[in-house]
T-cell receptor, first 113, second 113 residues
Framework: GNSVTQMEGPVTLSEEAFLTINCTYT??????LFWYVQYPGEGLQLLLK?????DKGSNKGFEATYRKETTSFHLEKGSVQVSDSAVYFC????????????FGRGTSLIVHP | NAGVTQTPKFQVLKTGQSMTLQCAQD?????MYWYRQDPGMGLRLIYY???????DKGEVPNGYNVSRLNKREFSLRLESAAPSQTSVYFC????????????FGPGTRLTVL
């Protein structure tokens, strides 16, 4: 079946540090890939997505590139802010069947001033 | 445009009590979903409705029932609550294609004593 594996947290960084959160997936065909962010006490919201191989999704300074050869979709940001503190979820939506998404377990990011 | 709304925001039940969680979306989406979020477990799909008039089990359906009342509304019912159902419940909706973003409600925090 489909699966998403992302690095365990928490990830703790100082403001302006470089961020990488690793995400790898298992799926047949060509799934769509997503990063969602969850701020404390809120629901998940889309951060960025990529729907085909080699696409780069970007938003709010975050980027991720769909790498089919390594089945990865790592999230990066060059300079994090305290306001980026949240839980980040990697997810895939399969290319066939019912399109039901599969989520990773989430990675907590804590950014200190 | 309210997006996805959920009621109630918080609920405390005693073991054996029943309740219904309500969800509505105003984006004319075809598909709706119920998830539960537990610490360290990420999001787990309880039930989903690919389109009006259909419902299907997800990963953890035991102890729950759903109703897709119309295209806008999708409710989740706990017939006899158990402490293991203490969780945060999220409703989501999408157009149902694999490239589509899921839009999440703010969540219901349920405690079963």
């Amino acid at each position: 079946g489909n699966s998403v594996t992302q690095m365990e947290g928490p990830v703790t960084l100082s403001e302006e540090a470089f961020l990488t959160i690793n995400c790898t997936y298992t799926a047949t065909g060509y799934p769509s890939l997503f990063w969602y962010v969850q701020y404390p006490g809120e629901g998940l919201q889309l951060l960025l997505k990529a729907t085909k191989a080699d696409d780069k999704g970007s938003n709010k300074g975050f980027e991720a590139t769909y790498r089919k050869e390594t089945t990865s979709f790592h999230l990066e940001k060059g300079s994090v802010q305290v306001s980026d503190s949240a839980v980040y979820f990697c997810a895939l939506s399969p290319s066939g069947g019912s399109y039901i998404p599969t989520f990773g377990r989430g990675t907590s990011l804590i950014v200190h001033p | 445009n309210a997006g996805v709304t959920q009621t109630p925001k918080f609920q405390v039940l005693k073991t054996g009590q029943s309740m219904t969680l309500q969800c509505a979306q105003d984006m004319n989406h075809n598909s709706m979903y119920w998830y539960r979020q537990d610490p360290g477990m990420g999001l787990r799909l309880i039930y989903y409705s690919a389109s009006e008039g259909t419902t299907d089990k997800g990963e953890v359906p035991n102890g729950y029932n759903v109703s897709r009342l119309n295209k806008r509304e999708f409710s989740l019912r706990l017939e006899s609550a158990a402490p293991s159902q203490t969780s945060v419940y999220f409703c989501a909706s999408s157009d149902g294609r694999n490239t589509d973003t899921q839009y999440f409600g703010p969540g219901t925090r349920l405690t079963v004593l």
